[in-house]
């Protein structure tokens, strides 16, 4: 199993929110590069960052941080956030940046999804965000009327090949992840599964590896030192 530390960027700043409340923000590091940085110190060789203003509003306000941070380092970085067109998509890839999380234009224009998977293969993944276990867009601030386990399903056969599925009521809270979500998701063929959101424990992490699960994103409980993440990678990614 891939661990990704996480950025969440506002403001050019690397911040959490809280169960995704942008009124709940706490700033982490106001120099993302150097958190980056810091990261690939501790051992990791991934990153997953997201655009929180871009979530919110389909704008590009943070690509030039992420401009910095793929420049700055050699991880192999995944971009969430307001990408919502095949330019921005291209913008991305042409920095560096490994794989483009689709969010919000995957469910509201869901044919171009699956045209820029088949196009683009395992550089697109979809990020699938779920509040009391139906599809939340716009930066979560709305939920839609079709549940999460579905659409991953219908993504699924679609022809995407990555999944990064958030329960929304888990993130930043640091009172552990979803784990019966991600067994029931695990049994879709065809597509990794990367879990996110509440992530708290070490021995999280060992089930969600035992169970299958391709990769898993770490985001406060790294920031705020309940998993170490130097600990994590060599626990982990070394079996």
């Known amino acids: 199993m891939t661990l990704y530390p996480a950025i ?11 169960q ?23 051992g990791a060789s991934c990153l997953h960052l997201v655009d929180l ?9 943070n690509f030039e941080t992420i401009r910095a941070i793929t420049a700055a380092t050699n991880l192999f970085t995944e971009v ?57 867009v716009s930066g979560w601030k709305e939920v839609t009327p079709e549940p999460g386990l579905d659409f991953c399903r219908r ?28 067994r029931r998701l695990l049994t879709i063929p065809g597509v990794q599964i990367t879990a996110s959101g509440g992530i708290a424990r070490m021995e999280e992490l060992d089930e969600l590896q035992a169970m299958g699960c391709h990769a898993a994103i770490l985001g406060k409980s790294i920031y705020t030192g309940a998993i170490d993440l130097a600990q994590a990678l060599r626990r982990v990614e070394t079996r």
């Open 20 to 42: 995704g409340d942008y009124d709940q923000m706490t700033v982490y590091n106001p120099d993302p590069v150097a958190q980056a940085k810091a990261f690939a110190a501790a």
């Open 155 to 182: 993504c699924a056969e679609a022809g995407v090949k990555a999944l990064i599925v958030t329960d929304i009521s888990r993130d930043g809270t640091l009172q552990g992840t979803n784990l019966e979500l991600y």
């Open 53 to 61: 203003d871009g979530a919110k509003d389909g704008s590009a306000a």
């Open 80 to 136: 969430g956030g307001g990408i919502r067109n095949e330019e921005r998509i291209r913008q991305y890839l042409d920095l560096g940046v490994g794989r483009c999380i689709l969010g919000t234009v995957a469910v509201r224009d869901f044919d171009f999804a699956a045209r820029m998977a088949a196009k683009y293969g395992e550089a697109i993944a979809v990020g699938v965000d779920m509040k009391d276990g139906y599809v939340a």
């Open 8 to 18: 969440d960027l506002r403001g050019g700043q690397a911040v959490r929110l809280y």
